[in-house]
């Protein structure tokens, strides 16, 4: 079982504030990502970092900003949140390296579930 | 366009009876092929990678294939507790990001 981890699982919270998301992962993992996913629609990517002090904006960078000071964490801040940004936030992280130029799996975390009233 | 595209969206099953998911892809260069069981409320767990045309790997009742632009996720005998999202990702030689299929629920009926 992967241990990767996310906190808080269900967070309500008004317009206008300020949120931080986190995730945290015992593997060791290089890699770590932020997707965001709503009901029957495909995962999106909204952050990733391929170590410490790397991060990289992906499709949909949502007005969030993302950290990598430390191999194990990576939150993901909104600094004002809108009602657009109810979703399902997912955390990710995966090895690099290894077969065919660096496929490796990723291993995800639970999942936020956040709603903007 | 789309790069990763499953059918159906949903499948209904009797319990025991086999069915297989699809998961095609556009973009030519793989470098690896994902398939994820997702129950809802959680997040993804990984069951298998592919890399190359041809491969498969099995786990109990679950068995993945793939060929040169999909793959297939065969389910032999389901029972009422494989009912779950289950979603194709793709990687390619081109970059480094993880593109998702929309995926397809399964609902197994005792």
């Known amino acids: 079982e992967a241990d990767i981890y996310q906190t808080p699982r269900y967070l309500v919270i008004g317009t206008g504030k300020k949120i931080t998301l986190e995730c945290s992962q015992t593997?060791?993992?290089?890699?770590m990502y932020w997707y965001q996913q709503d009901p029957g629609m495909e995962l999106h990517l909204i952050h990733y970092?391929?170590?410490?002090?790397?991060?990289e904006k992906g499709d949909l960078s949502s007005e969030s900003t993302v950290s990598r000071i430390r191999t194990e964490h990576f939150p993901l801040t909104l600094e004002s949140a809108r009602p657009s940004h109810t979703s399902q936030y997912l955390c990710?992280?995966?090895?690099?390296?290894?077969?065919?130029?660096?496929?490796?799996?990723?291993?995800f975390g639970p999942g936020t579930r956040l709603t903007v009233t | 366009e789309d790069q990763v595209t499953q059918s159906p969206e949903a499948l209904r099953l009797q319990e025991g009876e086999s069915s297989s998911l699809n998961c095609s892809y556009t973009v030519s260069g793989l470098r690896g092929l994902f398939w994820y069981r997702q129950d809802p409320g959680k997040g993804p767990e990984f069951l298998f990678t592919l890399y190359s045309a041809g491969e498969e790997k099995e786990k109990e009742r679950l068995k993945a294939t793939l060929t040169k632009k999909e793959s297939f996720l065969h389910i032999t005998a389901p029972k009422p507790e494989d009912s779950a999202t289950y979603l194709c990702a793709v990687q390619f030689r081109t970059g480094n990001q993880f593109y998702f299929g929309t995926g397809t629920s399964l609902t197994v009926i005792p």
């Open positions: 593997m060791g993992h290089d890699k």
């Open positions: 990710a992280s995966s090895e690099t390296g290894g077969l065919a130029g660096g496929a490796y799996e990723q291993y």
């Open positions: 970092s391929y170590g410490v002090n790397s991060t």
